[in-house]
């Protein structure tokens, strides 16, 4: 028995009745996000109005709901998209990213806040907590942590000095390309790219450009614009500073580690509530005394909470001693979690919440 084949023609127009639908349920939901920005100027609500906990759950519901054939990662990014335009209409959101344009730091940007935010570069990771506190932008994303090389030192100690607080955090998988107008490899004799970049390609540069000179510099984006106009240089990048400077990408992938990726937190000035998939960061100093540590992070065990990540920092306040940056699962308002840090408070020297946040949707 063979089976009825349905007629492109009745196809075709089946799809420009949905798509008919569907634009008239996205404009429905925009004037409603309309509405809510005035309800909330009319209830006295000032600064932004984007709020990280209500994202988190909105979009982990559309996981929960999806029965496919699309992917939950292609259904979060659709409704991401209608989500940041929704609130462009609401009130404009300003991000600082570290620049210049077409960083990894601004693809993290856009796969977090959508395409409609107004993402702002500057110059450094310093520069990005600066205009943060300021108020001249809601939010910013820095890179804290890399899945082949490890911490961002630099990010942590900032952390430790500003008053902002962690509002959330996103993964990139992070694709590094050479980029470069050379027709061949053995025309290049320098190559530029972020520190990170350089190490996580050490390896295949060894093979494959072993005499050529190696130039660290602020972005990868910032690689990809210093070699745009010369054929004996090339840059370690990803595709959208490729395609920002227009620069051919010579070769893909050519970090040493599959699945190489970065984790990026958002600050500001919120403090996101319970969700339920939450994380909490925070930052402890101990003394120097013989099972300090241990005595610290016994209430995390007694309280039954996971703790995620430990690193060690210099305070910068003596000699030799240490600060420890510590992540866990839970919300700082979630009952295990109070219970733990209220112990903890009174084991330590220093304790500092950095931020409570929903974890990273896909």
Same mark, same amino acid.
């Given at each position: ?9 009745? =196809? ?5 009745? =949905?798509? $008919?639908?569907? @634009? ?34 909105? #979009?982990?519901?559309?996981?929960? /709901?999806?029965?496919?054939? @699309?992917?939950?990662?292609?259904? &979060? ?15 404009? @959101? ?16 856009? +796969? ?10 500057? $110059? ?6 600066? &205009? ?48 470069? #107008?050379?027709?061949? /490899? ?22 494959? /450009? ?13 690689? !990809? ?21 227009? &620069? ?13 990726? $970065?984790?990026?937190?958002i600050i500001g000035q919120q403090r996101p ?5 939450? +994380?909490?960061? #925070? ?5 120097? +005394? ?6 610290? #992070? ?39 979690? !109070?219970?733990? /840090? ?5 084991? &330590?020297?220093? @304790? ?11």
């Amino acid at each position: 028995m063979t089976s009825v084949i349905t007629p492109l023609s009745q =196809l075709r127009d089946t799809i420009d009745a =949905l798509d $008919t639908q569907i @634009l008239t349920l996205i404009n429905q939901r925009a004037q409603c996000a309309v509405e809510v920005a005035k309800t909330k100027l009319a209830e006295g609500e000032q600064g932004t109005f984007y709020r990280p906990d209500r994202e988190a759950l909105v #979009l982990r519901r559309i996981q929960e /709901l999806n029965q496919g054939p @699309l992917a939950d990662t292609t259904v &979060v990014r659709f409704f991401r998209e209608i989500m940041s335009a929704c609130l462009a209409l609401e009130k404009p @959101l300003e991000v600082a990213f570290l620049g210049p344009e077409g960083t990894f730091t601004q693809q993290a940007a856009f +796969k977090h806040f959508g395409h409609a935010v107004n993402t702002v570069p500057v $110059t450094t990771i310093s520069d990005i907590f600066n &205009v943060v506190e300021k108020g001249e932008c809601q939010f910013g994303i820095v890179p804290v942590e890399n899945s082949t090389e490890g911490v961002i030192n630099f990010t942590l100690d900032r952390l430790l000095s500003s008053h902002l607080k962690i509002c959330g955090e996103v993964e990139i998988r992070v694709e590094q390309n050479l980029l470069g #107008l050379a027709t061949s /490899l053995t025309e290049i004799s320098a190559v530029y790219s972020h520190q990170q970049s350089l190490a996580q390609c050490r390896q295949w540069l060894d093979v494959h /450009l072993p005499n050529a000179q190696r130039f660290a510099v602020n972005s990868n984006a910032e690689a !990809a614009r210093l070699v745009a106009n010369d054929k004996s240089l090339a840059a370690i990048a990803g595709t959208l500073a490729a395609q920002t400077y227009a &620069v051919p990408i010579m070769q893909k992938n050519i970090e040493d580690i599959a699945n190489n990726t $970065t984790r990026f937190i958002i600050i500001g000035q919120q403090r996101p509530i319970s969700t339920g998939k939450d +994380k909490t960061s #925070l930052v402890i100093s101990t003394g120097n +005394k013989p099972g300090a540590l241990h005595c610290a #992070l016994a209430p995390f065990a007694e309280c039954n909470v996971d703790m995620v990540s430990i690193e060690s920092r210099p305070s910068q306040q003596g000699l030799w001693d240490y600060v420890f940056f510590i992540d866990i699962h839970g919300h700082q308002d979630d009952a295990r979690v !109070a219970q733990a /840090l209220a112990s903890l408070a009174d084991k &330590v020297t220093m @304790l500092k919440v950095l931020g409570s946040y929903p974890r990273a949707v896909i």
